[in-house]
């Protein structure tokens, strides 16, 4: 079982991708990946290049490079991390994947839908069997984000709020485009609420 995590910067996906992990890992072979990168030494390797790419080159690449090397990014993921995992019946919990790109080089950057399932066709025969969209205003998600990282810089995180409320836009489309995969949750509300609504979602998948 393939479960993902998404949201725009800030919204808290990363913390409850954590939480659901340590919440099901006494009573089920379980793993805990991340695009881009993984959590495997090459992979985590292979993001710091990334990385440094998108950073070095920020506002000269070019859309379709960055979506490139994402979708570069995910094949190395599914081919080290997911796929084995998959071929032992383990359960992955993904803090972001193939939505990401849609969300943010689909349709953020304008690139479509149909380039980025072009680039990721290997990915498209995975698709997560439960995703978690964590929905929060964007102009909250980065102040969440600037109060925690401090002087850590993201490469997103040189965007302008237009960029972030595109992204937010996009992930609403797929929302309303895959509404029964996609659970969307309201990542304004108190942490202990969100956690309420992952189990109860979760717990018809895990029986």
């Known amino acids: 079982m393939l479960i993902s995590f998404e949201g725009?910067?800030?919204s808290g996906k990363t913390t409850l991708a954590n939480y659901l992990f340590n919440k099901i890992l006494s009573k089920?072979?379980?793993i805990l990946t991340k695009e881009p990168g993984g959590n495997e030494k090459?992979?985590?390797?292979?993001?710091?290049?990334l990385k440094q790419i998108l950073l070095q080159f920020n506002n000269h690449i070019e859309y379709q490079t960055e979506a490139l090397l994402y979708a570069a990014d995910r094949i190395e993921h599914l081919k080290k991390v997911i796929i084995p995992a998959l071929k032992e019946k383990k359960i992955i919990i993904c803090d972001r994947y193939i939505d990401s790109s849609f969300a943010y080089q689909g349709y953020a950057r304008g690139l479509g839908e149909t380039f980025i399932k072009e680039i990721n066709k290997f990915a498209?025969?995975?698709?997560p069997d439960i995703t978690f969209y964590l929905d929060l205003d964007p102009e909250i998600g980065l102040k969440r984000l600037k109060d925690k990282r401090k002087e850590k810089i993201e490469y997103f995180d040189l965007h302008n709020i237009y960029f972030h409320q595109k992204v937010r836009e996009g992930y609403l489309k797929i929302?309303?485009?895959y509404p029964?995969?996609?659970c969307i949750i309201n990542a304004n509300q108190p942490l202990?609420?969100?956690k309420k609504?992952?189990?109860s979602k979760i717990r018809k998948f895990l029986k």
């Open 28 to 30: 089920y072979s379980v």
């Open 180 to 182: 029964e995969r996609i």
């Open 192 to 194: 202990n609420i969100i």
């Open 8 to 10: 725009c910067e800030g």
């Open 175 to 177: 929302c309303q485009n």
């Open 42 to 49: 090459e992979l985590k390797d292979f993001n710091v290049l």
């Open 197 to 199: 609504n992952i189990d």
């Open 124 to 127: 498209l025969s995975y698709y």
